[in-house]
């Protein structure tokens, strides 16, 4: 939370020389980030960020006190000077009263006062001044004493028009208590809100006349008429606070504050300011008792902290006198044993429930030191004996693999604007930031390549050859859904020729890098999701147990694309394995020739590789073929025919093949084919 | 030699053939072109043609014995031209060859700005002992956040955009990670110490700016050992922070506040232009990094860590961000805008 610190206000509780720019260097680096410093005439503000956890500085007198912490210890000259608001005199007459009927758990505490003579008029000059640059708009001598307290004390102060309480009676009833369903209330903003169930308000028994810590009702309001106010200052339940105020989404300053934290020691005090600011500006005088019920139950609490912690965290020495010193500027009463080597503490009231554990006194003590006055020192011990996750740099080498073939690498959004599959296997966002980004794609990155890459180059490039490694995700019926890293590859070409060889020519270079060489191809399958994306001739590749690991095809008018499966390519990767083994040089001479067949065209290069795979060859013999020709010609295409020209490498690691050998293993491929696949054997050299 | 004298029929005059030795070896030394020099000895029409066809007046005798001391000649001339290194601005041998042209094109395309910058992430950690992680995106509510010392409904859990995820779970709420720090009490539930993880992954958050996307990566780093200190902390990041910017480059911490970090720290790097002395474009001579911090002795529980031997401390920060620091890209959506002439400069 980000707020407006004017140096001239805190230098009204801490007295000091320093030039704004040194205080903002020093607070910055040892407390709150004063992320700009403003010139305001002869004053200068500091816009602050302020965690959530330091409430306590939410205020001047808060900030300006650990401002003199940081600044004392960096030797420079400040000491402060927080006036404890004297108590009030007591009022002559009792006869106003306060019924106060309180559910403590919602306020634990209440203090109030009823004052009169009321002259609701203008603030003077320097509190108006003090409020504009703090942010707030000045509005009357009433009002604005509760902002200025806010501001300088970090306690919310409100203001009721007694009259319109109590309306003619002499007692006012203030009942605090939890809504329930359907209650309203016109705040004085003017608006009419419908109050969720469980927000603090405060009634006479009857009607409700404050939407309590967040914003007063319009029918308790202050305004130049009033004569005769309640003045008041509380501490509510946090949570129910702070879930009201989100629910209406209206978060006040009050709100914010009661939300976060309030100092239960500080809450009189800063009704006895108030009231002197009452009677200083509206020439108020008090005309009741002063009410102060208190169900805190707060009791100062202790906190220990071993000095070998503080050794261990801090990384050098420190002496226990220093940092007794530190840790009483701060506010915390501190103790020293020597023989246990231990700090016992006392938390102030203002940090009751930041500081608890150990590490809490650590983060105090050496963040006033300064974490700028730390050297760098690296941990000198052993690293993990870990096994490392050989993927990373699988998946590297396949990026590396595309960039040298011409492939630029993309990202595109994981979210989509709707089921990929529309079968139900995606995941929805509840909340989604715009409509086109609601779930999760659970198919495919190639889509979102194409409209959002290809797409818009095509105006400057006329070749465009992209890929995407990244995850689908899929609901499974486990506690976590399945996330699938996959890679998309899309080239594109204006003045195309058949890119699909070219791409086919990736796949296959890719899944033999990764060793995965079990696959068959599948045609497409007419119910398959992939009809949505892909235009026409497709083929899957599957494992032997049938899961998909990769599509390609034909996307669109000079477009074409494939996807691999990572994941279920990489359980299936010979590439992972750490069971590689040198194969021996076989330093035998290759028997090299050319057999030609004619095969039906049912008949894929698949299928007879296949067949060629299973043929039952001794141990010893190394078969190695490769596709020479495939031919079709006018008489063959009368006939539905198709030739077929391979070159067979064979080899044998015992010995140098003969003749005899060559036929044998010879023979064995012809009966192969011509039995299996119904060849016909043409010329063979 | 000229025409006129090639009609003289006095053979000692006509067939000096010293003279064109020496004439030879002249326009050799006057550094005449190799061509010019072989079509005037060696043509059709140069000398050692002129001798030939003055042969023909010469009685037979004579002709044989001429013939033979002109093709010695010939030979000779051959050879001194042979043994002629050409000079670099003379013209290659083949008109056609010209060596300085390209060579034949190889197409590299590019790896994508935020690979390129988690590759050096990783590259640079490893040399600490980090290894390299890569934890849900969907990830329970538990480990995004309760795990991290925020309860549910707990105040400080709106600092974080959340995406919610529509789930059939009736235990716990899924969400998209809004921060790589989901990763931390995973890896110490699979992990004994000591420990040296970097999680590198996809996050997101409900929010679309000149400085946000919804969907971003972050990289995290989490140490714990025995007695790990704060100077730890700084100096790992300033070993990252030379290697990653440069070696005059180096971090400081400013005190923070984060719920699974105590104490809790916000980093910042030297600014580049002032080098830390303060100037127009930083603030206080720095630019913040992102946020660190000393493990919450709460998280190292949820991690089943004994926080009587260990600590040890954790960052997470944007690769986004570092990259657009060092390469001062202006705009974070360039990043995910995929243009090619912006993806084809890494």
């Not at chain 1, 890119?499 to 060793?515: E, M, Q, S, T, V």
Request: hydrophobic share 35%; with cysteine; glycine share 6%.
């Amino acid at each position: 939370m980000n707020l407006l610190y004017p140096y001239s206000w805190i230098k009204k509780f801490l007295i000091t020389d320093i030039s704004a720019n040194d205080f903002s260097k020093y607070v910055s680096l040892c407390g709150s980030s004063v992320e700009r410093l403003k010139k305001d005439g002869d004053d200068y503000i500091f816009d602050t960020e302020i965690t959530t956890n330091r409430w306590d500085l939410m205020s001047i007198r808060g900030f300006a006190k650990d401002a003199n912490a940081i600044l004392s210890y960096h030797g420079k000259k400040t000491s402060l000077n927080l006036l404890s608001p004297k108590t009030p005199a007591l009022s002559k007459s009792t006869k106003l009263k306060i019924k106060a009927i309180l559910d403590f758990k919602i306020c634990p505490k209440f203090c109030a006062v009823i004052m009169d003579n009321i002259k609701v008029g203008e603030s003077p000059a320097h509190i108006k001044n003090r409020l504009i640059k703090v942010g707030q708009r000045p509005l009357n001598s009433i009002i604005d004493v509760t902002n200025y307290i806010y501001h300088e004390f970090g306690q919310p102060m409100h203001a009721f028009d007694f009259d319109k309480i109590a309306k003619g009676a002499n007692t006012a009833v203030m009942r605090t208590r939890s809504s329930k369903k359907g209650e309203s209330l016109i705040t004085l903003d003017g608006q009419k809100r419908a109050l969720p169930e469980g927000s603090i308000i405060i009634d006479d028994t009857k009607t409700i006349y404050d939407l309590a810590g967040i914003m007063g009702g319009k029918n308790s309001a202050v305004d130049k008429n009033t004569k005769r106010i309640i003045l008041f200052t509380q501490i509510y339940d946090k949570k129910a606070i702070r879930k009201t105020s989100l629910l209406l989404n209206h978060r006040t300053l009050a709100a914010q504050l009661f939300e976060k934290g309030i100092d239960p020691l500080n809450v009189l005090p800063a009704l006895y300011r108030g009231i002197e600011l009452v009677k200083k500006y509206s020439k108020g005088q008090i005309a009741s008792n002063i009410y102060n019920i208190d169900h805190t139950n707060y009791k100062p609490r202790k906190t220990s902290l071993s000095h070998k912690k503080l050794i261990t965290y801090l990384g050098q020495d420190l002496k226990p006198r220093a940092t007794v010193k530190i840790l009483e500027s701060l506010g915390f009463k501190t103790i020293y044993n020597p023989i246990q080597k231990v700090y016992t503490c006392q938390v102030p009231s203002w940090r009751y429930d930041d500081i608890n554990i150990e590490e809490d006194l650590i983060e105090e003590i050496i963040r006033i030191i300064g974490y700028f006055n730390l050297q760098p020192e690296l941990v000198t011990k052993s690293p993990p004996q870990i096994i490392i996750d050989k993927r990373y740099s699988l998946e590297n080498a396949i990026k590396y693999f595309l960039k040298f073939n011409g492939f630029s690498e993309a990202y595109t959004y994981s979210l989509v604007d709707k089921d990929q599959k529309e079968d139900g296997s995606a995941i929805y966002i509840k909340n989604p930031l715009t409509n086109d980004k609601k779930v999760l794609r659970n198919l495919s990155v190639l889509p979102n390549l194409i409209s959002q890459v290809i797409q818009p180059n095509k105006g400057v490039f006329n070749q465009i050859k992209v890929f995407e490694m990244a995850n689908i995700y899929l609901k499974t019926n486990k506690e976590m859904p399945l996330e699938n890293l996959v890679l998309g590859v899309v080239a594109y070409n204006k003045t195309s020729k058949e890119n699909y060889f070219y791409l086919k020519g990736i796949l296959d270079a890719i899944f033999y890098y990764l060793k995965v060489y079990d696959y068959r191809y599948q045609e497409s399958n007419s119910n398959s999701s992939w009809l949505k994306y892909f235009k026409e001739i497709f083929i899957t590749l599957n494992t032997k147990k049938g899961v998909e690991i990769a599509v390609i095809g034909k996307l669109d008018t000079n477009l074409w694309g494939f996807q691999i499966n990572l994941d279920t390519a990489f359980t299936l990767s010979g590439g992972i394995s750490t069971k590689d083994k040198f194969n021996p040089i076989n330093t035998h001479v290759p028997v090299i020739e050319d057999i030609s067949f004619i095969v039906k065209p049912l008949i894929r290069y698949q299928n007879i590789s296949n067949t060629l795979n299973s043929i039952n060859l001794p141990p010893e013999i190394e078969l190695i073929y490769k596709i020479k020709d495939r031919y079709v010609d006018k008489k063959l295409k009368n006939k539905e025919e198709v030739s077929y020209t391979f070159e067979f490498k064979y080899n044998s690691l015992k010995k140098q093949l003969s003749d005899k050998d060559v036929v044998k293993i010879r023979e064995l491929i012809i009966r192969a084919l011509e039995k299996g696949l119904k060849a016909k054997m043409r010329m063979k050299r | 030699m000229d025409r006129k004298i090639a009609k003289v029929t006095d053979s000692r005059a006509i067939f000096n053939f010293d003279v064109v030795i020496k004439e030879l070896e002249k326009d050799i030394g006057e550094k005449k072109d190799i061509s010019i020099i072989k079509s005037k000895y060696l043509g059709k029409r140069g000398e050692i043609a002129k001798l030939t066809a003055n042969l023909k007046n010469l009685p037979a005798n004579k002709k044989s014995e001429l013939g033979k001391k002109i093709n010695l000649l010939r030979k000779e001339i051959v050879n001194i031209i042979s043994q002629i290194t050409p000079l670099p601005d003379n013209k290659p041998q083949s008109l056609d060859f010209d060596p300085t042209l390209p060579g034949q094109q190889i197409e590299i395309g590019s790896l994508h700005l935020v690979t390129k910058t988690i590759q050096e992430i990783e590259d640079i950690f490893s040399r600490l002992g980090f290894y390299r992680r890569r934890y849900p995106e969907v990830e329970t509510d538990y480990f995004a956040f309760e795990a991290l010392n925020m309860p549910i409904e707990h105040p400080a859990r709106d600092e974080w955009e959340t995406f919610f995820v529509k789930s059939p779970r009736s235990a716990g709420a899924l969400v998209l990670t809004p921060h790589t720090s989901n990763g931390q009490v995973r890896e110490m539930l699979k992990t004994k110490p000591p420990i040296r993880m970097l999680n590198i992954a996809k996050c997101y958050r409900r929010q679309e700016d000149a400085t946000h996307t919804q969907m971003f990566f972050q990289f995290e780093g989490l140490l714990i050992d025995r007695d790990v200190s704060i100077k730890n902390l700084i100096g790992t990041l300033d070993f990252f922070v030379k290697n990653y910017f440069g070696n005059n480059r180096k971090t400081r911490l400013r005190p923070y506040d984060f719920r699974f970090t105590e104490p809790s720290f916000e980093v910042d790097i030297n600014c580049p232009h002032c080098l830390g002395k303060g100037c127009k474009t930083c603030k206080g001579g720095g630019h913040e990094l992102g946020g660190a911090g000393m493990v919450h002795p709460n998280v190292l529980k949820s991690g089943k860590i004994d926080t009587k031997k260990y600590n040890g401390f954790a960052f997470g920060w944007g690769v986004e961000r570092i990259a657009m620091m060092k390469y001062k890209i202006p705009d974070l959506r360039m990043i995910y805008g995929n243009d090619l002439r912006f993806l084809k400069q890494f």
